[in-house]
């Protein structure tokens, strides 16, 4: 047997483990409440395969591969080994005015996975950072063609792309926002598509709602294109609770985007590196775009990396004025930084060597048939699935909204399985190598502990 082989990555047994800390005063914790946190932690001090481990040594099922990311499997040999070579090589480069060979070696791997056209690649080192770039990128191409009055952006109801304000600016997700004020000048944002009264229980995409794409003429009605600069979607929108593209939506929105000269930036932070059965949802919905952000499982989570990938015309466009003048000022201390480079690297030998970019496709029947088994189970108000990606909706507890997805987060936790809420619905992204057991095992507990709440 293969010694990467994922039933051997499962097997494998808990060794001791990191001791608990002493004091969580210090550590404000991100995205977490704090407080419920620090009364009853949730440590994990070990993973291999599809699996955590607490400090006690109590296995935990990963269903959520990390937080979108670990989409090879915890501790993968090709990347640890390639990481820690890297580290004793050279730490750090710096990539402004200078560069290292692994920077350019990644950057030509992976535009050999991209949809054909994006074959431009500009490294950040997170989602957010790479949706900050995307953004600006937009912006100022068409400055660059002397169109600089598009500036606006458009975003979506719902949509998530980092916590920038640029990001926050073009997200939906009214709670990321209404703290932090007036956010950026001038963007819109398209309705969201999520509509349970004609989609519940879709298997896959769902049947209605292309027409939702037409929102954006309104919004050129409104704005006029001339001053639309790109429109920004996740093509599955996944922390806002998993929400699928209705049937032809994306198309749809791209020949709008066409037709008025707006550029289209599809987020695949989340559907990038294999989650949907092929390499980017790109290529699963065959529709591409101007511009594509990444990041998470660019590195299968290993070392923090985001990327922006470019069409050639976009990249060319800032190409103009003195040659040893720089063209896109912007750019961060850790952009293309060794050690994502190396893990990259291992990272893609690693998807190539187990054919994880497709294998969602093949697991997906699966995955769909056992989540569509939670129809029926008390609370359950809707099914989403598509590729490796499973969403749960549940019918929120009165005046206490994502409460009971909170206690199921919980009790699942309790029961030895990792999930993901967001609101009242539970999302399910496990690693790319999960088998059927595991699927059984994360659908089991959650039909369990559904039960059990009252
Ligand atoms: C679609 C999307 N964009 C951007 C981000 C932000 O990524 P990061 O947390 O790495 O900044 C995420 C994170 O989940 C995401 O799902």
Redesign the pocket.
């Known amino acids: 047997m293969h010694k990467d082989d994922p039933a051997t990555l499962a097997a494998t047994p808990a060794a001791p483990t990191a001791a608990a800390p002493q004091s969580m005063d210090a550590f404000w914790m991100p995205f977490t409440a704090n407080r419920q946190f620090k009364a009853a932690p949730r440590l994990l001090a070990k993973a291999k395969g599809m699996h955590y481990w607490t400090p006690e040594g109590r296995q935990i099922l990963d269903g959520i591969a990390g937080?979108?990311?670990v989409n090879a499997g915890h501790a993968r040999p090709k990347i640890v080994e390639a990481i820690a070579a890297q580290a004793a090589e050279m730490d750090f480069a710096p990539p402004f005015n200078m560069a290292h060979p692994k920077a350019f070696e990644l950057a030509e791997r992976l535009v050999q996975l991209t949809p054909a056209g994006l074959n431009k690649v500009f490294f950040a080192?997170?989602?957010?950072?790479?949706?900050e770039t995307a953004l600006k990128m937009a912006i100022g191409y068409h400055r660059a063609r002397g169109d600089g009055a598009r500036t606006r952006l458009i975003g979506r109801e719902r949509?998530?792309?980092?916590?920038?304000f640029g990001?926050i600016t073009v997200g939906g997700i009214v709670g990321n926002r209404k703290s932090f004020g007036p956010l950026l000048p001038g963007a819109d944002h398209l309705r969201h598509t999520h509509d349970l009264s004609k989609n519940a229980y879709a298997r896959g995409v769902p049947e209605h709602g292309a027409e939702l794409a037409d929102d954006l003429e309104r919004l050129v009605a409104l704005h006029d294109a001339s001053t639309i600069a790109a429109v920004i979607v996740?093509p599955v929108?996944?922390?806002t609770g998993v929400l699928l593209p209705p049937k032809g939506y994306l198309k749809r929105l791209r020949e709008i985007c066409d037709k008025h000269g707006i550029l289209l930036i599809f987020?695949?932070?989340?559907?990038g590196f294999g989650r949907l059965g092929s390499p980017f949802a790109a290529h699963h919905f065959d529709v591409t775009p101007d511009l594509m952000?990444v990041?998470?499982g660019i590195t299968n989570g290993c070392v923090?990396m985001?990327a922006v990938f470019a069409k050639q015309a976009i990249h060319d466009a800032f190409m103009t004025g003195p040659e040893h003048l720089i063209e896109f000022p912007h750019g961060y201390t850790y952009s293309s930084h060794p050690l994502a480079c190396a893990a990259a690297l291992g990272t893609l030998d690693t998807y190539a060597e187990d054919g994880l970019l497709t294998r969602a496709a093949t697991m997906a029947p699966v995955f769909e048939n056992a989540l569509h088994s939670l129809r029926g189970v008390p609370h359950v108000i809707d099914v989403r699935n598509i590729g490796l990606v499973g969403g749960i909706e549940l019918q929120p507890i009165a005046g206490q909204p994502g409460k009971r997805a909170f206690d199921a987060f919980l009790e699942c936790w309790e029961r030895g399985v990792l999930i993901r809420t967001t609101g009242d619905t539970i999302a399910l992204s496990p690693p790319l190598i999960v088998e059927n057991s595991h699927i059984d095992q994360m659908v089991s507990t959650i039909a369990d502990v559904l039960k059990q709440q009252g």
């Open positions: 937080l979108w990311c080192n997170s989602g957010s950072e790479a949706v949509g998530y792309h980092g916590v920038n990001g996740e929108a996944g922390s987020d695949e932070v989340i559907t952000t990041a998470k923090p985001g």
